[in-house]
């Protein structure tokens, strides 16, 4: 049981860093499950590679709390108002996603979870991000605060998220990558996507809870319960790093790391299915 737990903690530690930053935690994943396999069924396997990240979602929900809560007596009347719009903005958000991954969860797993296409999203996405980077250097942001961000921009990287859904993309990078075409700022375009993340991540995980069904061993509950704790800890650290880091410096870096990761996992699953086929 010991080993499981650490094979857990370092799973754990993989999800809270790449969830949040913009280089793809499935890609991480399907790299760390390559050579740390807990010694679960696969359904168990695949509900908690969705399930770990709740732990993630609290660390947002914890660092933002007064910014998110709308009945916090510290606020006035104006900014109440303004975390409720965030909120109706958040929703909106969602929507895209919501209805195209509800209706496609099933195909687009059978379709895309699968090492070609991570390293193929990891790459090009990685690309994108130092054209964008690139191509915004001389251009001023248009929205440079959350209260800036209208209802019509919010649902534009609603669409965005919606690619998310295809393994390897990174719904933190895509929906950053896409508020930063239309005009928003590095920080505003995290912000919001660690927000937008809240009620995505709670629906995926209950949905996943829901196909699993709510019936665990002694080992099953430790294990979900570690490995969301090591998220929510090491997501505080990550987060806390990317807003900060981005201050002072562009995505370009993630985008060089992206294409990297995207051929060692090329490289690795080419080789794997030729020395093993």
């Not at 440079?144 to 019509?152: A, I």
Request: charged letters at 15%.
């Amino acid at each position: 049981m010991l080993i499981e737990l650490l094979k857990v903690i370092v799973l754990g530690i993989v999800e809270g860093i790449t969830e949040w930053l913009p280089i793809s935690s499935t890609g991480h994943m399907i790299l760390v499950n390559e050579f740390i396999k807990l010694h679960v069924s696969h359904d168990f396997m695949e509900m908690f590679l969705v399930v770990i990240q709740l732990g993630a979602i609290l660390a947002v929900c914890v660092l933002y709390f007064h910014k998110l809560n709308p009945f916090s007596p510290k606020k006035t009347t104006k900014e109440k108002r303004q975390t409720f719009s965030l909120w109706g903005k958040v929703i909106v958000g969602c929507l895209p996603a919501a209805v195209i991954g509800l209706a496609l969860d099933d195909k687009i797993d059978a379709l895309f979870y699968n090492a070609q296409t991570v390293a193929f999203t990891l790459i090009l996405y990685g690309v994108l991000f130092i054209i964008v980077e690139n191509y915004n250097k001389n251009r001023t942001p248009e929205v440079t605060s959350l209260p800036q961000l209208t209802y019509k921009i919010a649902l534009i990287i609603g669409f965005f998220q919606v690619l998310a859904l295809i393994p390897g993309t990174s719904r933190s990078g895509a929906t950053i990558l896409g508020a930063m075409i239309i005009g928003t700022s590095r920080y505003v375009a995290a912000e919001y996507s660690f927000f937008l993340s809240i009620p995505v991540m709670f629906g995926a995980s209950l949905l996943k809870m829901l196909k699993y069904g709510f019936v665990y061993t002694g080992q099953e509950v430790v294990i979900l319960v570690v490995g969301m704790v090591v998220a929510f800890v090491v997501s505080i650290l990550a987060i806390k790093f990317l807003m900060g880091y981005i201050k002072k410096n562009d995505f370009k870096a993630f985008g060089v790391y992206r294409i990297i990761l995207g051929i060692i996992v090329a490289v690795y699953f080419v080789a794997k299915h030729f020395l093993f086929a």
